[in-house]
């Protein structure tokens, strides 16, 4: 079972940075691939980076590429997203997600198998 809980999200100014963080409390973190994805206002939710369950291989769109890193910490059961040179269209509830298949560029929605409930993050201009 995995349950995931986010925190770091925040109100920063435009080109600034944050940590989003994401633990399970679960006992199988380890085995899943995870990912952040982001849902701004009116907007659908949409994907912003993957990362193999050993962390070997990681994923970005393009509009977050360069700027966000996503990594994880196994022993710590939590994966990290860096969040750098923030724009205010980066503004968004952030979703943590855990799937055995969900390593890769836009993965579906469908094939995430376990949600956080989301922290916020505002860019101002």
């Known amino acids: 079972q995995v349950q995931l809980v986010e925190s770091g999200g925040g109100l920063v100014q435009a080109g600034g940075s944050l940590r989003l963080s994401c633990i399970d409390s679960?006992?199988?973190?380890?085995?899943?691939?995870m990912g952040w994805f982001r849902q701004a206002p009116g907007k659908e939710r949409e994907f912003v980076a993957t990362?193999?369950?050993?962390?070997?291989?990681?994923y970005y769109s393009d509009s977050v590429k360069g700027r966000f890193t996503i990594s994880r910490d196994n022993a710590k059961d939590t994966v990290y997203l860096q969040m750098n040179s923030l724009k205010p269209e980066d503004t968004a509830v952030y979703y943590c997600?855990?799937?055995?298949?969900?390593?890769?560029?836009?993965?579906?929605?469908?094939?995430?198998?376990?949600w956080g409930q989301g922290t916020q993050v505002t860019v101002s201009s």
């Open positions: 990362i193999t369950w050993n962390g070997r291989y990681k």
């Open positions: 679960g006992r199988a973190f380890s085995t899943y691939a």
């Open positions: 997600g855990a799937g055995r298949s969900i390593a890769g560029i836009n993965t579906p929605q469908g094939d995430v198998e376990y």
